[in-house]
């Protein structure tokens, strides 16, 4: 199967400019496409191959978790480069158990503003476990381009 690159951000829809009042005729309807990473993580590492391209929006984070992680601590926090706690907390994820995890801000105001823009720069997502093991999970960051909200 063939791949095709586009340099995003990718608007659809069919009216592009409102001129009137008229839904489905004369006001504008445009969205942003919903872009997609993942990489296969272990317990023992902690660098990804997801790179967010800058301003964007961060719409979900799922652990995909295949096998459970291990030790004292089966926790693991989502940052990235330079800031391992940019989205959660340190230890703010569980990875005690197979099956899937949603990681979320929690109600810290400084991480949900993380999601909502990642910044002025690109960033490359980092796992950060609490000690290592043999866990193995698949993360999922599902992200809008360039929305710069904040």
């Known amino acids: 199967m063939a791949n095709t ?20 005729t004369n006001v504008a309807n445009i969205g942003l496409v919903e872009m997609v ?3 296969n993580i272990t317990q023992a590492s902690g660098l990804t191959t997801i790179v967010l391209p800058a301003n964007s929006q961060i719409v979900e984070m799922t652990m995909f978790t295949t096998t459970a992680w291990t030790g004292v601590a089966t926790t693991y926090g989502v940052g990235i480069t330079g800031n391992a706690t940019k989205f959660t ?17 929690g109600t810290d105001a400084t991480k949900t503003a993380a999601f909502l823009d990642i910044g002025t720069a690109d ?27 904040l």
């Open 5 to 24: 690159t586009f340099s995003g951000p990718i608007r659809a829809g069919t009216i592009f400019d409102t001129t009137g009042t008229t839904l489905g």
């Open 37 to 39: 990473q993942s990489a």
């Open 89 to 105: 907390a340190a230890g703010g994820v569980d990875g005690a158990a197979i099956g899937v995890v949603s990681i979320t801000p």
């Open 123 to 149: 960033v490359r997502i980092l796992i950060t476990p609490t000690n290592t093991g043999p866990g193995v999970g698949a993360l999922v960051v599902r992200y809008v381009q360039n929305r710069n909200l």
